[in-house]
């Protein structure tokens, strides 16, 4: 009888109980109010209300101008609204970052920490091998006398503490149309520093640019550095970022980069980044990438420290027959999170991508991919094709891949895949047979395995660093020690 009216009601007792209703009905909602305002005030995380009050705290101390002001109070506004992403945000469905943050650092000071430099070759390692001119940022700020960079009308760099009080500050925080994005809405409200550079057209770098950020010092900070990169017309760059931990240094912190390219049309652009930073600390990053016509861009991520990390990769497609060829490679052990997250816009015609990246995950090591490719009404004759390969060394290890194909043109070709697998034993067994340790086989075969997107960067000096990077970790890595 539940739901039904009693017997014998008439229409006057029903115009009552609907009054009744009616009348009950306003304190009802009031109580729902209240309770969906109490749920908000509930969510937001003491990290959530720390970064907002912090940054309130602090404003007074940026660099720049009104107009940097009035965008870096927008981009804490969005911020606050959007607050940190969790997993119901379906791009951060794999990496929880409200739940893995539990406290926010204090904010790098710019104070410069004593760092020489042979401090920083220590702390380069192989990359320290590399002929480059160097843009030194320690705990976040610039330093002048680690850098190497020299002055000629085909290179200009400055620090973005002396571009703010430019009237191209507000393009210089720009979230480029990535208002959606609460970790590059941060980045835009606390840049303090990072690299403004500017490529001439037609200018061809004999040397790599080499992007240098260091952390140094015993206590762990909070440090957030935004680049701002134009290269011109039918230019030719290899450009390096590398994050690093001095020796003896924290190896707790909390690093918020970012870095917008710009590639004119013709140009060709080698874009490599290297972290290997603190084995404890947080390093959120995003690549911005503007692609013009006919130009070529190769971009190669590493990556082997970090307890979090994710890296967010945008590449807009903006003028027709430009090509790009993205890879990479991550290392992960003990119980570290690495996420690369990719993101392909073509939007005009007869545009090339490639994505190839290699991860291998030992211990309780947790490697997340995710790829999209977008083609845009009109984008016809776009060729993609992307590929995400992993290497399983334990049973606790894993992997969550999320390859995507947005297609809205129909002359186009595009495909993508994703693999995940343990060491072939047969192949251990061959090595091994040939009377090579099964700590120096594994090693091996390892190396092999990753050196496929290795092998994509083309300068020998950079590809060859980086692969005496890959072997530090093998030789430090538990499952190379195994007998």
């Known amino acids: 009888m539940e739901g039904r009216l009693p017997i014998g009601v008439g229409s006057e007792a029903l115009n009552d109980l609907s009054r009744s209703a009616e009348s009950r009905a306003p304190a009802r909602q009031d109580v729902a109010l209240g309770r969906r305002a109490m749920n908000v005030a509930v969510l937001k995380t003491k990290v959530e209300q720390a970064l907002t009050e912090n940054f309130a705290a602090v404003e007074d101390q940026f660099p720049g101008g009104a107009e940097a002001r009035k965008v870096r109070d927008a981009a804490i506004g969005r911020f606050g609204a959007l607050g940190l ?13 409200r739940n893995a943050l539990k406290e ?3 904010l790098s000071t710019g104070d410069k920490a004593p760092v020489t430099g ?4 220590a702390a380069l390692g192989p990359l320290a091998g590399i002929d480059a001119q160097q843009v030194v940022f320690v705990n976040g700020a610039y330093c002048e006398d680690l850098s190497t960079i020299g002055s000629g009308s085909a290179v200009d760099v400055r620090s973005l503490a002396e571009a703010l009080s430019l009237p191209e500050a507000t393009a210089l925080l720009s979230a ?3 208002d959606d994005d609460p970790v590059l809405a941060l980045n835009a409200a606390y840049a303090t520093d990072g690299a403004v550079v500017h490529i001439a057209d037609e200018a061809k770098l004999d040397k790599p640019l080499l992007l240098l950020f260091v952390r140094a010092g015993t206590e762990p900070c909070f440090t957030v550095a935004r680049n701002v990169v134009s290269i011109g017309k039918g230019a030719d760059v290899t450009l390096i970022e590398a994050f690093v931990t001095l020796p003896g240094a924290s190896q707790g912190g909390q690093e918020n980069a970012a870095t917008k390219i710009s590639v004119g049309d013709g140009a060709s652009v080698a874009h490599v980044k290297c972290t290997i930073d603190a084995l404890n600390g947080t390093h959120l990053a995003n690549w911005l990438v503007d692609l013009g016509a006919h130009a070529t861009y190769n971009g190669f991520q590493f990556t082997s420290g970090c307890k979090l990390l994710r890296n967010q990769i945008g590449v807009a497609f903006k003028g027709e027959n430009a090509q790009i060829d993205i890879s990479g490679t991550f290392l992960v052990r003990g119980s570290q999170h690495v996420d690369t997250t990719l993101v392909v816009d073509h939007a005009v015609p007869h545009g090339t991508s490639r994505e190839l990246f290699k991860g291998v995950l030992e211990d309780q090591g947790r490697g997340v991919f995710q790829g999209k490719v977008i083609v845009q009404p009109g984008a016809q004759k776009t060729d993609g094709m992307q590929m995400v390969r992993v290497l399983m060394l334990s049973p606790d290890a894993e992997f969550d891949s999320k390859p995507e194909l947005e297609i809205y043109a129909d002359d186009v070709v595009c495909g993508h895949g994703s693999t995940s697998a343990e060491l072939d034993e047969d192949l251990l067994f061959y090595c091994r047979s040939r009377g090579i340790p099964k700590a120096q086989a594994r090693a091996l075969l390892i190396e092999s395995f990753i050196g496929e997107a290795i092998e994509k960067v083309e300068r020998d000096d950079v590809r060859e660093a980086l692969a005496e990077l890959a072997r530090q970790w093998l030789a430090e890595c538990g499952s190379t020690k195994r007998t």
């Open 85 to 97: 992403p969790n997993r119901r945000v379906e791009a951060w469905k794999y990496t929880d970052l």
């Open 104 to 106: 926010v650092l204090p």
């Open 118 to 121: 042979s401090d920083v070759s």
């Open 176 to 178: 480029e149309g990535r």
